[in-house]
């Protein structure tokens, strides 16, 4: 996997749109302070392919790929493996809960020759090219599949981040087995085994398959072809017996046939001319019929007697008078008598009331005088009421005068004073006024009473002189009505008359419904009887139409039971002229059966004879027989060249199981896959140790034994210890010798699969010094200048960055971390 170009929006510190493009750094260095975000480049690339970074633990890390207060994180990565180029898209978001979750996922294969740089040009998804991966857990595959690594590989072979830089070094030889599996490819081997041992299994079961097939072809020998040979000359010569025998059954077949139909048709006639028979009650549906016309007719009489009866009394009631007229002149003198009555009794009220009226009027009158007088006598006493107060006040003004004063009054001097009065005749006035006003009062009151009561009386009297007006004008109208009328009796005599007209209409009418009731049902009877008539008619004549072709006698269409009788008699001679000549006809028949009997006895023997069951249509068996001979003679002669064909097969399935079953064992894991991991693991230990003696001055060799790595140190007299006891220092000296040899020779080595076409190293420099750091820089230089691989460091070493032709320097402000290209 070699990275051409990555993309970071809103993805941990780089806040903003941020791209590195890697098309032409072959061997380059990520530079700038701690913290700027130089691991972070790292980071995106093993993010973008595999969803996680190490520095995160697991995969709930993803919440580390938003910036600080960021809703969306993008990356994207375009890069190159084996040959082909790739894009890979993920996108992070945080919900309006908080929760951080993958909002999309993809991975393309780019067309072939795809400029880069036309990313920058706003290309659409779909430009991009084929779709391998849309959501997370496809690229997950799909992601593998292109790298030809799965992560914790990758990040042990390509990537190696802080702090697991001595994964491979420090690795159980089983996960290192299968990470060399993956880098070698030689999983293919593996596939070829399964396959062998697949291709051997189907060649054993093909092989038992021919046996089996083989086990039923036991009928081949020279022996069953020749009996097949003679069954064939055996039916032949069967069909021929047949062909010359079967005239000879045909023609008495005819004959017996010719007989039986001759016997069958004289059988028909007979029972169609036996079936010829009078129904029972044939006598007696033509006398049924002619009384119920007699009757019908008999009813139809008495209807017309009875509408005649009916129009008669009609006319003798129209001529008779009008009922209704009758009643009304009888209600109306009814009437006149009531409202004469009336007349007079309300006279004698209008009377009464009229003298009644007289009197209140009168009464009035008095009531008003008496009122009138009251009411003077009430002034009266006021005044006097007056004079006594006047009187008093005078009295009390004359203890206070003196003669010759002045009066306190007039002014005038005072002559004479008056004597004063002894007692008030005030009270006395009082009294006198209070019994004036009651009787005023109580006057007043009668007055209005006899006022009510008088006009009472006259709203009764307006109402019974109207009420004798009306009175006398309806008499008036029903004297001018009757003026003509004959009188009660007679109009009595005359509606007596009419009840009597009416009651004889009445009864002839019920006796007119119930004529023609009758005469209905008598009518319903005459046809039904006709009805029968004619259906025996027609039974008649069916029977007869059914043996015309026999020549009947004609029949009279007067009397149905004679008609009958002819015919009958007629059919019982014919069926008698037939039963005679039957007999002989039945003799001929037998006669031809029993010579189509003996042809077929003659055939039957002759199929016995040849081995066949005797069958009902002897030619057509004949020919069935031939044509099974002749094809199991055919089928013998074909088993016998199909096992020919199964036992070349044979010989070539134990062929081909022999070849398969040899490489299955040859390629089993215990056998040329291990060989291949030994090799391969000496191999990469080889160029690790030539690197490590380099990298410690010749302190070190790197050696295995059964998968585990150890150090052989020449500083110690050649003493072997295990790569866990070495020193922080000394692990990454032997680390960074093992990712160099992977880079260098491993990829040679590989036939398939993944290929080691970058290595890109974070981990600390700064523990080296300057003699180790200038051995690794001069490796790394080395590795890089073969132009087969992209190496790529994370270094803050000026000494080391100084020495990478390409640098991409790191720096972060406030918002968010930048990254700039410098060097070549």
Same mark, same amino acid.
């Given at each position: 996997?070699?990275?051409?170009?990555?993309?970071?929006?809103?993805?941990?510190? /780089? $806040?903003?749109?941020?791209?590195?493009?890697?098309?032409?750094?072959?061997?380059?260095?990520?530079?700038?302070?701690?913290?700027?975000?130089?691991?972070?480049?790292?980071?995106?690339? !093993?993010?973008?392919?595999?969803?996680?970074?190490?520095?995160?633990?697991?995969?709930?890390?993803?919440?580390?790929?938003?910036? &600080?207060?960021?809703?969306?994180?993008?990356?994207?990565?375009?890069?190159?493996?084996?040959?082909?180029?790739?894009?890979?898209?993920?996108?992070? +978001?945080?919900?309006? #809960?908080?929760?951080?979750?993958?909002?999309?996922?993809?991975?393309?294969?780019?067309?072939?020759? /795809?400029?880069?740089?036309?990313?920058?040009?706003?290309?659409?998804?779909?430009?991009?090219?084929?779709?391998?991966?849309?959501?997370?857990?496809?690229?997950?595959?799909?992601? %593998?599949?292109?790298?030809?690594?799965?992560?914790?590989?990758?990040?042990? !072979?390509?990537?190696?981040?802080?702090?697991?830089?001595?994964? /491979?070094?420090?690795?159980?030889?089983?996960?290192?087995?299968?990470?060399?599996?993956?880098?070698?490819?030689?999983?293919?081997?593996?596939?070829?085994?399964?396959?062998?041992?697949?291709?051997?299994?189907?060649?054993?079961?093909?092989?038992?398959?021919?046996?089996?097939?083989?086990?039923?072809?036991?009928?081949?020998?020279?022996?069953?072809?020749?009996?097949?040979?003679?069954?064939?000359?055996?039916?032949?010569?069967?069909?021929?017996?047949?062909?010359?025998?079967?005239?000879?059954?045909?023609?008495?077949?005819?004959?017996?046939?010719?007989?039986?139909?001759?016997?069958?048709?004289?059988?028909?006639?007979?029972?169609?001319?036996?079936?010829?028979?009078?129904? +029972?009650?044939?006598?007696?549906?033509?006398?049924?019929?002619?009384?119920?016309?007699?009757?019908?007719?008999?009813?139809?009489?008495?209807?017309?007697?009875?509408?005649?009866?009916?129009?008669?009394?009609?006319?003798?009631?129209?001529?008779?008078?009008?009922?209704?007229?009758?009643?009304?002149?009888?209600?109306?003198?009814?009437?006149?008598?009531?409202?004469?009555?009336?007349?007079?009794?309300?006279?004698?009220?209008?009377?009464?009331?009229?003298?009644?009226?007289?009197?209140?009027?009168?009464?009035?009158?008095?009531? $008003?005088?008496?009122?009138?007088?009251?009411?003077?006598?009430?002034?009266?006493?006021?005044?006097?009421?007056?004079?006594?107060?006047?009187?008093?006040?005078?009295?009390?003004?004359?203890?206070?005068?003196?003669?010759?004063?002045? !009066?306190?009054? !007039?002014?005038?001097?005072?002559?004479?004073?008056?004597?004063?009065?002894?007692?008030?005749?005030?009270?006395?006035?009082?009294?006198?006024?209070?019994?004036?006003?009651?009787?005023?009062?109580?006057?007043?009151?009668?007055?209005?009473? #006899?006022?009510?009561?008088? #006009?009472?009386?006259?709203?009764?009297?307006?109402?019974? $002189?109207? %009420?004798?007006?009306?009175?006398?004008?309806?008499?008036?109208?029903?004297?001018?009505?009757?003026?003509?009328?004959?009188?009660?009796?007679?109009?009595?005599?005359?509606?007596?008359?009419?009840?009597?007209?009416?009651?004889?209409?009445?009864?002839?009418?019920?006796?007119?419904?119930?004529?023609?009731?009758?005469?209905?049902?008598?009518?319903?009877? +005459?046809?039904?009887?006709?009805?029968?008539?004619?259906?025996?008619?027609?039974?008649?004549?069916?029977?007869?139409?059914?043996?015309?072709?026999?020549?009947? &006698?004609?029949?009279?269409?007067?009397?149905?039971?004679?008609?009958?009788?002819?015919?009958?008699?007629?059919?019982?001679?014919?069926?008698?002229?037939?039963?005679?000549?039957?007999?002989?006809?039945?003799?001929?028949?037998? *006669?031809?059966?029993?010579?189509?009997?003996?042809?077929?006895?003659?055939?039957?023997?002759?199929?016995?004879?040849?081995?066949?069951?005797? &069958?009902?249509?002897?030619?057509?068996?004949?020919?069935?027989?031939?044509?099974?001979?002749?094809?199991?003679?055919?089928?013998?002669?074909?088993?016998?060249?199909?096992?020919?064909?199964?036992? *070349?097969?044979?010989?070539?399935?134990?062929?081909? @199981?022999?070849?398969?079953?040899?490489?299955?064992?040859?390629?089993?894991?215990?056998?040329?896959?291990?060989?291949?991991?030994?090799?391969?693991?000496?191999?990469?230990?080889?160029?690790?140790?030539?690197?490590?003696?380099?990298?410690?001055?010749?302190?070190?060799?790197?050696?295995?034994?059964?998968?585990?790595? @150890?150090?052989?140190?020449?500083?110690?007299?050649?003493?072997?210890?295990?790569?866990?006891?070495? @020193?922080?220092?000394?692990?990454?000296?032997?680390?960074?010798?093992?990712?160099?040899?992977?880079?260098? %020779?491993?990829?040679?080595?590989?036939?398939?699969?993944?290929?080691?076409?970058?290595?890109?190293?974070?981990?600390?420099?700064?523990?080296?010094?300057?003699?180790?750091?200038?051995?690794?820089?001069?490796?790394?230089?080395?590795?890089?200048?073969?132009?087969?691989?992209?190496?790529?460091?994370?270094?803050?070493?000026?000494?080391?960055?100084?020495?990478?032709?390409?640098?991409?320097?790191?720096?972060?402000?406030?918002?968010?971390?930048?990254?700039? $290209?410098?060097?070549?």
């Amino acid at each position: 996997m070699r990275p051409l170009r990555l993309d970071m929006a809103g993805f941990t510190v /780089f $806040r903003d749109e941020t791209t590195v493009d890697f098309t032409d750094a072959d061997f380059f260095a990520l530079v700038g302070p701690t913290g700027a975000g130089k691991s972070t480049v790292l980071d995106a690339i !093993c993010f973008a392919l595999y969803g996680q970074v190490p520095r995160w633990g697991s995969s709930r890390g993803i919440a580390n790929a938003l910036s &600080p207060s960021a809703t969306e994180a993008r990356v994207r990565l375009v890069f190159e493996s084996a040959g082909a180029r790739y894009v890979a898209t993920r996108v992070v +978001r945080r919900d309006s #809960r908080g929760n951080v979750k993958t909002g999309g996922a993809g991975l393309q294969q780019m067309p072939d020759n /795809f400029d880069v740089s036309k990313l920058d040009t706003g290309m659409t998804p779909e430009d991009l090219g084929d779709v391998l991966a849309g959501t997370p857990a496809e690229m997950d595959e799909a992601v %593998q599949q292109a790298v030809g690594l799965p992560y914790e590989q990758f990040t042990s !072979c390509v990537i190696l981040p802080q702090g697991q830089f001595a994964d /491979f070094l420090h690795a159980k030889p089983a996960t290192r087995q299968q990470i060399l599996v993956n880098l070698l490819g030689l999983h293919v081997y593996e596939e070829i085994q399964k396959r062998a041992t697949a291709r051997a299994q189907q060649a054993d079961a093909d092989l038992r398959a021919v046996d089996q097939l083989l086990a039923g072809l036991d009928d081949t020998s020279d022996e069953a072809l020749a009996a097949a040979a003679e069954r064939v000359d055996a039916m032949l010569a069967l069909a021929s017996l047949v062909a010359s025998v079967t005239p000879q059954l045909q023609a008495a077949q005819r004959a017996a046939a010719e007989a039986a139909a001759g016997l069958t048709a004289l059988d028909d006639e007979i029972a169609l001319l036996d079936r010829v028979r009078a129904p +029972r009650g044939v006598a007696a549906l033509a006398a049924a019929a002619a009384d119920a016309r007699a009757a019908a007719s008999k009813a139809a009489d008495a209807v017309t007697a009875a509408e005649e009866r009916e129009e008669k009394l009609r006319g003798e009631l129209a001529a008779t008078g009008d009922p209704a007229a009758l009643r009304l002149l009888l209600r109306a003198h009814e009437e006149h008598a009531a409202v004469a009555a009336e007349a007079a009794s309300l006279q004698d009220g209008l009377s009464a009331a009229t003298t009644e009226h007289r009197t209140a009027a009168a009464a009035l009158e008095q009531a $008003r005088a008496a009122a009138l007088r009251t009411a003077t006598e009430l002034d009266a006493a006021r005044r006097a009421y007056q004079d006594a107060q006047a009187a008093d006040r005078a009295g009390a003004l004359r203890v206070h005068l003196h003669a010759g004063a002045p !009066c306190p009054v !007039c002014e005038q001097p005072v002559a004479t004073v008056p004597a004063v009065p002894a007692t008030s005749a005030v009270p006395a006035a009082e009294k006198a006024g209070h019994a004036a006003k009651a009787a005023d009062e109580k006057a007043q009151a009668e007055v209005a009473e #006899r006022e009510k009561a008088a #006009r009472a009386l006259e709203r009764t009297l307006d109402r019974a $002189r109207a %009420q004798h007006e009306q009175l006398t004008a309806r008499l008036a109208t029903l004297g001018s009505q009757l003026a003509n009328s004959p009188g009660v009796s007679a109009l009595q005599r005359e509606l007596e008359t009419l009840a009597g007209l009416q009651a004889a209409l009445d009864g002839a009418v019920a006796a007119l419904k119930s004529a023609r009731e009758q005469a209905r049902t008598a009518s319903a009877a +005459r046809s039904s009887a006709e009805q029968r008539l004619t259906a025996a008619w027609r039974e008649f004549d069916a029977a007869r139409d059914a043996v015309a072709r026999f020549a009947p &006698p004609a029949a009279s269409r007067d009397d149905l039971a004679d008609s009958w009788s002819v015919l009958a008699d007629w059919s019982a001679t014919e069926v008698a002229d037939r039963r005679s000549a039957r007999t002989a006809l039945a003799a001929g028949a037998a *006669d031809a059966d029993a010579a189509v009997t003996a042809v077929r006895a003659r055939l039957d023997a002759a199929f016995v004879d040849a081995g066949q069951p005797a &069958p009902d249509d002897h030619v057509r068996a004949a020919t069935v027989a031939v044509e099974r001979a002749t094809a199991a003679h055919q089928r013998v002669e074909e088993r016998r060249e199909q096992a020919r064909g199964l036992l *070349d097969k044979r010989v070539a399935h134990e062929r081909d @199981s022999q070849v398969a079953k040899a490489l299955a064992g040859h390629l089993r894991a215990n056998n040329f896959e291990r060989w291949l991991l030994e090799e391969a693991l000496d191999l990469l230990v080889e160029g690790a140790s030539r690197i490590l003696r380099e990298l410690s001055g010749g302190q070190y060799d790197l050696v295995h034994e059964k998968g585990e790595f @150890s150090v052989v140190d020449h500083h110690d007299a050649g003493l072997r210890r295990g790569v866990r006891t070495l @020193s922080g220092g000394e692990t990454f000296q032997a680390s960074l010798a093992l990712a160099l040899a992977l880079a260098e %020779q491993l990829a040679g080595m590989s036939t398939a699969a993944a290929s080691l076409e970058s290595i890109l190293l974070d981990e600390g420099f700064g523990t080296l010094d300057a003699a180790t750091l200038d051995t690794v820089a001069a490796t790394l230089e080395g590795l890089a200048a073969r132009g087969d691989r992209m190496v790529g460091v994370v270094t803050h070493v000026p000494a080391l960055a100084e020495r990478v032709p390409v640098r991409f320097d790191v720096t972060k402000d406030a918002r968010s971390a930048h990254i700039t $290209r410098s060097g070549i």
